[in-house]
């Protein structure tokens, strides 16, 4: 399944959001820049943005169903141009 476009931008935004916090907290605890470090803020901030866009799609997902109908059968149920099931 492809992923919606809410989760592409929401989990774009928490991406950035995410590796700029980090980075700021790991200045916070004096811990130097190198190549460890970037790849640490790489792996936890595309763990969040993941999680993240899951959480999106699912939600999604469970919104769109209660909404929509399930097939054009159910489609044609509701339009009236169907009386047998």
């Known amino acids: 399944m492809m992923p919606s476009l809410w989760n592409l931008v929401i989990s774009t935004v928490v991406f950035f959001f995410a590796a700029w916090y980090i980075h700021r907290y790991l200045d916070d ?6 190549p ?9 901030a595309s763990l969040l943005s993941w999680g993240v866009g899951y959480f999106v799609d699912t939600t999604e997902e469970k919104t769109s169903a209660a909404v929509m109908p399930t097939g054009v059968t159910q489609l044609l149920k509701d339009a009236g141009g169907q009386n047998n099931p």
């Open 29 to 34: 605890q004096g811990i130097p820049k190198g």
């Open 36 to 44: 460890t470090r970037g790849i640490l803020v790489l792996v936890i």
